[in-house]
C-alpha cells in the first residue's frame, strides 16, 4: 500500500512558478512509476507528466520546456517544477503511483494523493 500526500499548490500571476511536492509512504518508492495528473473544472483529468525509477520522463505537450519532473528516493519524494505558469495550467494536481503501468491514462495507476490546487491569475 501506498499513500502519497501533495502539497506546494497556491495562487501565482502569469508567469510565475510553483513546486509541486508529493511524499509517498512505503519502502518500494524508488520502485514506483511516479506521475503528475491535473483536472480543471468541467474537464477530464489530465496526463501531464511521468517519471520511472530509472528516472525515464515524459511530458504531455502543453507542459513541455515548462514542467520538470523529479524524484528523491532517499526522501520518498517527487517533484514538479512548473515555471511559466498560464492561466490554462490552472487545475486540482495530483500524483499518482504505480508498480508497473508507465504511461498516460489515469485509470491505470494504483494510487493517489488527494490533490492540491494551483490557480494561475492572468
Known amino acids: 500500500q501506498v499513500q502519497l500526500v501533495e502539497s506546494g499548490g497556491g495562487l501565482v500571476q502569469a508567469g510565475g512558478s510553483l513546486r509541486l511536492s508529493c511524499a509517498a509512504s512505503?519502502?518500494?518508492?524508488?520502485?514506483?512509476?511516479m506521475g503528475w495528473f491535473r483536472q480543471a473544472p468541467g474537464k477530464e483529468r489530465e496526463f501531464v507528466a511521468i517519471?520511472?525509477?530509472?528516472?525515464?520522463?515524459y511530458y504531455a505537450d502543453s507542459v513541455k520546456g515548462r514542467f520538470t519532473i523529479s524524484r528523491d528516493n532517499t526522501k520518498n519524494t517527487v517533484y514538479l517544477q512548473m515555471n511559466n505558469l498560464k492561466p490554462e495550467d490552472t487545475a486540482v494536481y495530483y500524483c499518482?503511483?504505480?508498480?508497473?503501468?508507465?504511461?498516460?491514462?489515469?485509470?491505470?495507476?494504483?494510487?493517489w494523493g488527494q490533490g492540491t490546487q494551483v490557480t494561475v491569475s492572468s
Open positions: 517519471i520511472s525509477w530509472s528516472r525515464t520522463t
Open positions: 499518482a503511483a504505480d508498480p508497473t503501468y508507465y504511461g498516460v491514462g489515469p485509470g491505470e495507476y494504483d494510487y
Open positions: 512505503g519502502r518500494t518508492f524508488s520502485r514506483y512509476v
